[in-house]
């Protein structure tokens, strides 16, 4: 029996992204919402040994070399442990970390004119996210800024697009603090998010 994928260590402490994230959302979230992805892929993966050494990005890429019969079910639950590896890793408790630097601080202020107007679109098309989804700073291959929703566990990758932040925006990432106040959710999301190096 082979199971190839694990749950990632959280890159913080439970209770690190207080008071904006708490300890039980955070706990619930990654330990029982993101471990049910990786069960459930590694359970169809495991009757597909030709599978079986081919990475989540590999399988979220390439859909027309997964058995047809299982395809669906095998992308919405890679797609569920690749949009959760990226949130997780997209958040921080270091202040510093918040705020994007260098070449992607270069290519926000190209693309949307600055920062500041960068957060304002985002929070306005998270908000305009309907139902289970996830709202994504993307980039293309040449470089080049945009913001994407995916609706369920869909993914970025099947575009040619690649995630530098992701925003889970379904109920199980707020609800338990923030109740029906998702908006609060959203502009708080803007004190935790970890802006990568590029
Ligand atoms: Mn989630």
Same mark, same amino acid.
Request: aromatic share 18%; with cysteine.
């Given at each position: =029996?082979?199971? @190839?994928?694990?749950?990632?260590?959280?890159?913080?402490? #439970?209770?690190?992204?207080? @008071?904006?994230?708490?300890?039980?959302?955070?706990?619930?979230?990654?330990?029982?919402?993101? /471990?049910?992805?990786? +069960?459930?892929? *590694?359970?169809?993966?495991?009757?597909?040994?030709?599978?079986?050494? !081919?990475?989540?990005?590999?399988?979220?890429? *390439?859909?027309?070399?997964?058995?047809?019969? +299982?395809?669906?079910?095998?992308?919405?639950?890679?797609? &569920?442990?690749?949009?959760? /590896?990226?949130?997780?890793? *997209?958040?921080?408790? $270091?202040?510093?970390?918040?705020?994007?630097?260098?070449?992607?601080?270069? =290519?926000? /202020?190209?693309?949307?004119?600055?920062?500041?107007?960068?957060?304002?679109?985002?929070?306005? !098309?998270?908000?305009?996210?309907?139902?289970?989804?996830?709202?994504?700073?993307? =980039?293309?291959?040449? &470089?080049?800024?945009?913001? =994407? /929703?995916?609706?369920?566990?869909?993914?970025?990758?099947?575009? !040619? %697009?690649?995630?530098?932040?992701?925003?889970?925006?379904?109920?199980?990432? #707020?609800?338990? $603090?923030? $109740?029906? %106040?998702?908006?609060?959710?959203? $502009? *708080?999301?803007?004190?935790?998010? !970890?802006?990568?190096?590029?």
């Amino acid at each position: =029996m082979h199971y @190839p994928f694990h749950l990632p260590a959280l890159p913080y402490t #439970y209770d690190a992204l207080e @008071p904006y994230i708490d300890f039980q959302t955070i706990y619930f979230h990654h330990d029982k919402h993101f /471990n049910h992805y990786i +069960d459930k892929l *590694n359970h169809i993966i495991i009757r597909y040994p030709f599978l079986q050494d !081919k990475s989540l990005k590999w399988l979220l890429e *390439n859909p027309d070399y997964l058995p047809a019969g +299982d395809k669906e079910d095998i992308l919405k639950n890679a797609g &569920g442990v690749y949009n959760h /590896n990226q949130y997780f890793n *997209n958040l921080t408790n $270091k202040k510093e970390e918040t705020i994007p630097i260098g070449n992607l601080l270069y =290519m926000i /202020n190209r693309d949307f004119g600055s920062f500041e107007k960068f957060k304002e679109i985002f929070s306005k !098309k998270a908000e305009e996210v309907f139902g289970s989804g996830y709202l994504y700073l993307v =980039m293309n291959e040449y &470089g080049y800024l945009g913001i =994407m /929703n995916c609706i369920n566990q869909d993914t970025p990758l099947l575009h !040619k %697009l690649y995630p530098l932040l992701t925003l889970d925006l379904w109920e199980h990432a #707020y609800y338990l $603090k923030y $109740k029906n %106040l998702r908006q609060d959710y959203i $502009k *708080n999301f803007w004190q935790i998010v !970890k802006f990568p190096i590029l």
